[in-house]
């Protein structure tokens, strides 16, 4: 397959979708060129139908930072995967897989068929510990791969389907090699903030459902308004208030905004809290000493002040450019603005040039079936090459046999060319005879036609009214259609006697309905002009288009 020296990382995030350009050489660390963040604006609730937002945003990313096609790496949001830490048991190396898959079937909260999952065998800080430690990762498969649909339709193809806290992880042991004890990443983004424990080589994470989102849904509560309107709020006066007796700000509205994210953020600490009970008593590991800040929403101006009090440990915000160099193309004002949402795709890049801590994959089966076809396909090519080859073989052999076949197809020919004289005189002499039944098939028509309007003039004749006279009868073709119409004139005083005042019917209606009901002719006869007559004028014209019944036409005897 084709090395390129450029891949692509792309982050689909609950409000934002970053996709970067990276540089990579075999053996070295990637080298960011360009990226982009676009916004995902799917709803604030998330119910809606986000595949047209990010194939959208993707397009417009790849023409605004002038990115071409490369190989994808992509990562999925935390909130739509299943993550679950398991022990098993020692077992042989052979029976792995296999208890791996019922743990899987026991754990994950869906029929295994209708998700894909993976996992990562996890190293144990006891040396003397026998057990295995797991980590399994699943996630519908509809809903992965809705969104690789969504990458294809925009004209790119994954080569890895990552979770992104994980990928967020193996970001910071790269950047951050030398980091002791428990260090916590909390990852806070729109809908969801991912923790996620790092010891040793001990990893784990859990997803909150309290984030930017929340923050929104609040200030929309406290100020009744819509929720563009209160986003837009959040991002023009959002801070985390000071607690205790620290003075507000002078304007109103930036410190009720304030108290509003501080009360979210408490609910997010007590949240932490209760993840890190948890990590400490179910998964045996330590209190963080180091708080790794991440996420669009971590950006709220004293984010970090306020888990620095509240945890008592270092808080820095995340640079996953601290050992990936970045093209001096890039503004550093941007990078240091951006940092905390390329976490994921730095880490997507590493796992290109080097074996990573964890590295989950999951690639829909429609996809992986894909790939699977363009693997086989030099076989089929090879396949393809010995059909032509032996078909070469076999033309050979037909053309040996040609030369041999050769004189009796001369005189093959010589006796089909007799008989084609022959079939000529016969072909000759069947057209001479359809000729003549087509003559004969005039004739009669003629002759039926002739009898027909003698019927129809009589018809027509014997219909008229008192005082009744035809001027001219014509035959009319409209739509392949037979028609007669005739013209005709009456004495008004004559006529006035047919005339049928309850039903309002004039003699011409009256001659009209009467040549309608005769079975010569169809009930689409109608009156075509009735002029009014002049003052004084003894006569009155008409016009009736009389459509005639067609007949089915006798056959030959």
């Not at 022990?87 to 754990?107: F, G, M, T």
Request: with cysteine; hydrophobic share 45%.
């Amino acid at each position: 397959m084709f090395e390129s020296n450029r891949i692509l990382a792309l982050d689909i995030g609950a409000g934002n979708l970053v996709l970067a350009e990276f540089a990579v050489a075999k053996g070295g660390g990637p080298e960011l060129l360009s990226y982009g963040i676009g916004g995902l604006d799917a709803g604030a609730t998330g119910e809606a139908d986000a595949s047209a937002y990010i194939v959208s945003a993707i397009r417009q990313l790849m023409r605004e930072q002038n990115i071409r096609p490369a190989p994808l790496y992509m990562t999925i949001s935390g909130q739509t995967v299943f993550p679950r830490f398991v022990k098993l048991p020692p077992v042989a190396k052979d029976k792995v897989l296999e208890i791996i898959r019922y743990e899987a079937e026991q754990n994950v909260p869906f029929p295994i068929e209708e998700v894909v999952w993976d996992y990562e065998l996890l190293r144990s800080g006891d040396a003397e510990q026998e057990e295995l430690n797991v980590m399994l990762v699943a996630v519908k498969t509809d809903k992965v791969t809705s969104l690789t649909d969504c990458v294809v339709a925009a004209g790119l193809e994954p080569e890895i389907v990552d979770v992104a806290p994980m990928a967020l992880y193996n970001a910071v042991r790269f950047n951050y090699p030398s980091l002791q004890g428990c260090t916590m990443i909390l990852d806070v983004g729109a809908r969801s903030s991912n923790l996620i424990f790092m010891e040793e080589e001990r990893i784990f994470s859990r997803s909150i459902p309290v984030a930017g989102n929340s923050i929104t849904q609040e200030i929309v509560k406290e100020f009744g308004v819509g929720f563009d309107e209160a986003e837009a709020l959040k991002k023009e006066h959002a801070f985390v208030a000071f607690g205790g007796v620290y003075a507000g700000p002078d304007d109103a509205v930036s410190d009720r905004v304030s108290k509003v994210v501080r009360n979210v953020i408490t609910r997010l600490h007590a949240e932490v809290n209760r993840s890190i009970n948890f990590y400490r008593s179910q998964q045996g590991g330590s209190p963080p000493s180091f708080v790794l800040l991440a996420g669009g929403s971590s950006r709220i101006p004293h984010m970090d002040t306020f888990f620095r009090e509240k945890l008592n440990v270092g808080v820095e915000y995340l640079n996953p450019f601290a050992a990936v160099p970045v093209s001096p193309n890039i503004a550093t004002e941007r990078i240091e603005a951006d940092a905390c949402l390329l976490g994921e795709v730095v880490g997507m890049a590493i796992r290109r040039t080097m074996s990573c801590p964890i590295e989950i994959n999951l690639m829909p089966p429609d996809l992986l079936a894909k790939k699977a076809f363009r693997r086989r396909v030099p076989f089929f090519a090879a396949s393809a090459i010995g059909l032509i080859l032996i078909m070469l073989c076999w033309w050979v052999y037909f053309q040996r046999m040609r030369s041999v076949s050769e004189d009796r197809v001369r005189k093959i020919d010589l006796q089909l060319a007799i008989r084609e004289a022959d079939d000529g005189e016969l072909n000759a002499a069947l057209n001479a005879q359809k000729e003549s039944e087509m003559r004969f098939d005039a004739i009669v028509t003629l002759v039926e036609r002739r009898a027909s309007w003698v019927r129809w003039i009589d018809e027509i004749h014997s219909n008229l009214l008192d005082g009744m006279w035809l001027r001219s009868v014509s035959s009319v073709m409209r739509e392949g259609r037979q028609f007669i119409e005739i013209s005709g004139s009456g004495f008004v005083d004559q006529l006035k006697q047919h005339e049928n005042e309850a039903q309002q019917l004039t003699a011409v209606d009256v001659f009209r309905d009467k040549l309608r009901a005769s079975p010569q002719f169809s009930d689409e006869t109608g009156i075509t002009a009735v002029p009014v007559p002049p003052p004084g004028a003894f006569a009155r014209d008409f016009t009736i288009l009389v459509a005639v019944e067609e007949a089915p036409r006798k056959g030959l005897q």
